[in-house]
C-alpha cells in the first residue's frame, strides 16, 4: 500500500504544473486534466487513509469551490478551464488549506498581472516580437491572463496543508 502512496499523491502537483503551462501557452486547460485529477482522487484519498469524513470534506470543500468557480467564469474574470481547475484543485486541498490555497493564488494572480503588464509594456516590445508565438500572444496589449498559473502556483503552495498529503507525509 505503501508503494502506491507517494505516487498517486504526486499526480496532483504533476497535472498541476501541466495545467499551468497549457495556460501559459495555449489559453486553455484540457479538460482531461480536471477529470484525471478527479479520478485520482479516490483511490490518492483511500491510499492516504484519510477517513470517509475528510474525504467528504474534501468532496464538499471541492463542490463549493466549483460554484466559485462557475461565478468568477460567469463574471468573465476567469476563463472556464480556470474555474475547472481551481475547483479540483480545491478538491485535492480539502480544509483548511483551501483557505490558504486562495491567498497564495490570489498573490500569484496578483504577481502575474504585474509580470503581463510588464511584458505588454512597450520597453519589452522586441524581446517579445522574437519569441515563440505563445509569447507574442501573452505580449499582446489587451489579451486574456493565463490564471491557471496562478492557480497551480496557490496549488503547490498549499499542498504540504493539504488533506492528503497531510495523511501520507504528516
Do not use: E, H
Amino acid at each position: 500500500m505503501q508503494a502506491l502512496q507517494i505516487p498517486l499523491l504526486l499526480i496532483f502537483p504533476a497535472l498541476a504544473i501541466v495545467g499551468a503551462l497549457k495556460d501559459l501557452t495555449s489559453y486553455t486547460i484540457p479538460n482531461w486534466i480536471s477529470l484525471a485529477l478527479i479520478a485520482a482522487f479516490v483511490p490518492a484519498a483511500l491510499v492516504s487513509g484519510a477517513p470517509l469524513s475528510q474525504i467528504g470534506l474534501c468532496l464538499a470543500v471541492g463542490l463549493g469551490a466549483l460554484v466559485l468557480g462557475m461565478g468568477m467564469f460567469a463574471a468573465g474574470w476567469i476563463g472556464g478551464g480556470d474555474g475547472k481547475l481551481f475547483a479540483v484543485c480545491a478538491l485535492w486541498l480539502g480544509w483548511p488549506a483551501a483557505l490558504t490555497f486562495m491567498l497564495y493564488t490570489g498573490l500569484a494572480g496578483g504577481v502575474l498581472t504585474f509580470a503581463i503588464l510588464g511584458l505588454r509594456s512597450g520597453w519589452l516590445a522586441p524581446a517579445v516580437a522574437g519569441g515563440p508565438a505563445w509569447l507574442r500572444k501573452l505580449g499582446t496589449t489587451g489579451g486574456d491572463l493565463p490564471y491557471g498559473v496562478a492557480i497551480a502556483v496557490g496549488a503547490l503552495a498549499a499542498f504540504p496543508q493539504g488533506a492528503l498529503a497531510l495523511g501520507i507525509l504528516g
